[in-house]
């Protein structure tokens, strides 16, 4: 079945030059060019993923961003303009999935677009279910995750580099490899989506009750998720 966007981007010529390249491309795309019109349009239908402009007339993209997380873990790619490195960081803190500057190239997009796609259809391991770390619980299934039996709500992104990082407990995996197996993509200098993700799942997960952390940063390496001291 055709995956279906949404595209909200006040740029009606992009939305039509978009909607035929991804209609080609074997999606199906609906644009609206206001973040109020496509929270309406969101409300009435199911999209498997959304493009959102970060600059919007009314409200922005930011606000449109922290609307939809506040039901719903769709993912969400923003598009913003090059240059302004704070409507990035601002997204990702607020739970997009991906970003991607304008002027993009078409390709590039389609291709940001199917990595985030493969991450949320992921395959799970039929004879794991579920993964216990002290106090912490994952269950693949329902994706779901829980502290004390306490659920913590987590975006796709952090769902994604929580099963990475316990698949090496107490091991180091490489901010290459994890940033290839969550976002699809090799890690380039200047590119802090990684970052940005895990520290806002450290702030989620918060530290043991010892008050030891669960994320180390091994610096020049990657990242560890270790066992309460």
Do not use: W
């Amino acid at each position: 079945m055709a995956k279906s966007i949404m595209m909200i981007d006040d740029d009606k010529n992009l939305i039509a030059l978009l909607e035929e390249y991804f209609i080609s491309e074997g999606f199906k795309c609906t644009g609206v060019t206001s973040g109020d019109e496509g929270l309406e349009l969101f409300a009435r239908g199911e999209y498997d993923i959304i493009l959102l402009d970060v600059m919007l007339p009314g409200r922005d993209g930011i606000e449109i961003l922290k609307e939809i997380r506040s039901h719903s873990s769709v993912p969400v790619i923003m598009l913003t303009a090059k240059g302004d490195p704070i409507d990035r960081v601002l997204g990702l803190e607020f739970g997009a999935d991906d970003y991607i500057c304008k002027p993009f190239i078409m390709q590039e997009l389609s291709a940001r677009i199917r990595a985030v796609l493969r991450r949320i259809n992921v395959i799970l391991d039929a004879t794991q279910d579920v993964i216990s770390v002290a106090d912490l619980e994952m269950d693949l299934k329902s994706r779901s995750v829980k502290i004390g039996g306490q659920g913590i709500p987590l975006t796709n992104v952090e769902f994604r580099i929580l099963e990475n990082l316990l698949s090496y407990v107490s091991a180091t995996i490489s901010s290459e490899k994890l940033s290839m197996n969550v976002l699809g993509r090799n890690l380039s200098p200047f590119d802090r989506s990684l970052s940005v993700h895990i520290s806002k799942l450290r702030r989620k997960l918060g530290a043991y009750p010892c008050g030891s952390e669960r994320i180390k940063t091994i610096r020049g390496e990657g990242f560890m998720y270790v066992f309460p001291q």
